[in-house]
């Protein structure tokens, strides 16, 4: 099993910037990549950006945060970031972050998400 639990949302205004953080443990040798997904109300929930845990790091972003998102990790692969700049108000939205383990074509594990709100 993998636990994973975010912080760092809050309130920010339009052109601001914003870093969550979501904290990993349990079996994480088993978990070959990590993402952020949001859900903003009334809408489905949305990949935002993903990273491999092995040592290729390789990333990837949606094309409404590419250029402005920043997603990275730490050595440990303990801790997944998600680097949030120039914010724009369609970025308010629940943020979870979420793991995929080896062999896997899904997301398996779920952190319980942390809010953002981008106000003009």
């Known amino acids: 099993q993998v636990q994973l639990v975010e912080s760092g949302g809050g309130s920010v205004q339009a052109g601001g910037s914003l870093k969550l953080s979501c904290d990993a443990s349990?079996?994480?040798?088993?978990?070959?990549?990590m993402g952020w997904y949001r859900q903003a109300p009334g809408k489905e929930r949305e990949l935002v950006s993903s990273?491999?845990?092995?040592?290729?790091?390789?990333?990837a972003y949606s094309d409404s945060v590419k250029d402005r998102f920043t997603i990275s990790q730490n050595n440990a692969k303990t801790r997944l970031y998600l680097q949030m700049d120039s914010l724009i108000l369609e970025d308010t939205a629940v943020y979870y972050c979420?793991?995929?383990?080896?062999?896997?074509?899904?997301?398996?594990?779920w952190g319980q998400g942390t809010q953002v709100t981008v106000s003009s």
């Open positions: 990273i491999y845990t092995d040592d290729t790091s390789t990333t």
């Open positions: 979420a793991a995929v383990r080896c062999g896997s074509v899904s997301y398996n594990y």
């Open positions: 349990g079996s994480l040798f088993s978990i070959c990549r």
